[in-house]
C-alpha cells in the first residue's frame, strides 16, 4: 500500500497514488521521477494545454486514420475502384496480403522485350498486390485475391485488351496495318478484364500462369 511522499494519504495501489499525485499535488511540488511516473501514467496540463498522454493517444489515432485514407482512396481507388492511373480498370484486387503466388511472363513490344528487372517495374510497396521483386524479372508476384491481367499490366503501365496493347503513349491495335497484338496466358487468349492470375509457391514461377504479350508491327498480310 503505497504512502505519499507529501501528505499523508496512502492508496491502494500504485495507479491510485499517481492519480492522487496528478490531482492534488503541483508538478513543482514532486521529485523528477514522480513528475516523470505521472507524466506516463496520466500526463500533465502544459502552458494551459491538454495533457501529454492524450496527445499522444490523440496523435496515433490521426495518423492511423490517415493512412487507412491513404490506402484506401489513392492506392486502392475506394470502393473497388482503382485511382490515377489504373482509373479505367474494371476490377481491383482484395484481401492484400492473404495470397503470395508467383508465374512466368513474357512482354515484348514491336521487337523488344521488357525488362522487368528493371528497378522501374520492381514496385513491392507502391504496388503489393502484383508486382515484381529482388531484383527478379522472369517471375510475377501476386498478394492478394482476384488480381486480373488487366490490373497486373496497368501496375507496369501497359493497359491491355482482348486486342490492343498501350504502351508508352502508344497503342498497338490487331486491327491496325500490319499489326498483331497476342494476349495470352497458358498460350490462350483470354479477356484481360476479368481473368484472374494464378500462380504457385515457388518463387521461380514454374507452373503458374505464363503470361504471354506479344505486339507485332510491319508484319506481311502473308503472315
Not at 495518423?63 to 489504373?86: C, Q, R
Not at 479505367?88 to 492473404?98: E, I, L, S, W
Not at 520492381?122 to 515484381?132: I, L, M, R, V, Y
Not at 522472369?138 to 482476384?146: I, N, P, R, T
Amino acid at each position: 500500500m503505497p504512502d505519499c511522499n507529501y501528505c499523508e494519504e496512502s492508496f491502494a495501489d500504485e495507479e491510485a497514488y499517481l492519480e492522487h499525485l496528478h490531482a492534488a499535488h503541483d508538478e513543482g511540488e514532486l521529485s523528477r521521477i514522480d513528475r516523470r511516473r505521472v507524466e506516463q501514467e496520466v500526463g500533465y496540463e502544459e502552458d494551459g494545454g491538454l495533457p501529454t498522454g492524450p496527445l499522444i493517444i490523440g496523435g496515433l489515432l490521426l495518423f492511423t486514420m490517415g493512412v487507412l485514407v491513404y490506402v484506401t482512396f489513392f492506392v486502392w481507388g475506394g470502393s473497388g475502384t482503382a485511382s490515377g492511373p489504373m482509373a479505367d480498370v474494371a476490377q481491383t484486387p482484395t484481401n492484400v496480403g492473404d495470397a503470395h503466388e508467383h508465374g512466368k511472363i513474357n512482354v515484348t513490344i514491336d521487337g523488344q522485350t521488357l525488362d522487368f528487372s528493371q528497378a522501374r517495374f520492381q514496385n513491392p510497396q507502391e504496388s503489393p498486390a502484383f508486382h515484381f521483386e529482388g531484383g527478379d524479372g522472369s517471375a510475377w508476384h501476386v498478394h492478394a485475391e482476384g488480381v486480373t491481367l488487366e490490373y497486373g499490366m496497368a501496375t507496369l503501365g501497359i493497359d491491355v485488351n482482348r486486342t490492343a496493347v498501350t504502351y508508352q503513349d502508344t497503342t498497338y491495335r490487331d486491327s491496325d496495318p500490319n499489326t498483331n497484338v497476342i494476349v495470352q496466358v497458358n498460350n490462350e487468349s483470354v479477356n484481360p478484364a476479368t481473368y484472374e492470375l494464378s500462380g504457385v509457391d515457388s518463387a521461380t514461377g514454374q507452373g503458374g500462369d505464363f503470361v504471354r504479350i506479344i505486339v507485332e508491327t510491319n508484319v506481311s498480310e502473308s503472315n
